[in-house]
């Protein structure tokens, strides 16, 4: 398996990599081996201050590490480098919307799109609804790039996720404990414009490495 180093690049002041907002789960993620769409999981710290920058905005973004079988062209790479920035902008995105219960929701469309835009509205409007909010943090095991568009403009990123390692919880509540639940997630990125948002998440399978 090929292997993509981290690394920084310099982005071009007309193109602003986007990360998108992110899909809010139904805390039980729950789906079939069969790619079903899948809740996304989420939340983290506490709500952080909305001013803050985000990685679309940094003008050097870090290009995560990745992992791929594909035989990646020029065009490609940099397809697929845009797509992984904007899937880190969306993680870190969903996570301040749920961590705040719902109601930082700043910029809410600046990386998520369609599917993922709509779910993280709708599950924010019902943590905010119930006064809850996402215990714990959502985060990226690992990233597998597992198909590109042959027009370059959706890249599909298969990852590994802990669906126990946050929760939603009354407000005033603690994280609490449990088992590790390791599951493979599917995230869809495309180009909205100039940027890139993540379009859809779905479960893909109930077990990965970890």
Not at 15 to 38: R, Y
Not at 175 to 197: C, I, Q, R, Y
Request: aromatic residues 6%.
């Amino acid at each position: 398996m090929k292997t993509g180093l981290g690394r920084r690049v310099r982005v071009r002041a007309a193109t602003a990599l986007t990360l998108t907002a992110g899909l809010l789960v139904p805390l039980l993620l729950s789906g079939c081996e069969d790619h079903s769409p899948v809740a996304a999981p989420t939340s983290t710290l506490p709500a952080k201050d909305s001013s803050t920058a985000s990685p679309a905005a940094d003008p050097q973004p870090t290009i995560p590490a990745y992992e791929t079988d594909l035989d990646l062209s020029s065009e490609e790479t940099e397809a697929v480098e845009g797509a992984l920035v904007a899937l880190d902008g969306y993680i870190t995105t969903l996570n301040r919307v749920f961590a705040s219960g719902g109601t930082d929701t700043k910029l809410i469309d600046e990386f998520a799109m369609d599917e993922a835009l709509k779910a993280l509205s709708d599950d924010s409007k019902s943590l905010e609804k119930q006064d809850q909010y996402m215990a714990g943090e959502f985060k990226l095991k690992s990233r597998e790039i597992s198909d590109v568009s042959s027009d370059y403009d959706l890249i599909s990123v298969l990852s590994c996720v802990d669906n126990a390692a946050f929760a939603q919880v009354d407000r005033g509540r603690t994280m609490p404990a449990s088992e590790p639940d390791l599951l493979t997630v599917e995230f869809v990125a495309k180009t909205d414009g100039d940027d890139w948002k993540v379009q859809s998440q779905n479960l893909w399978s109930k077990q990965c490495a970890p």
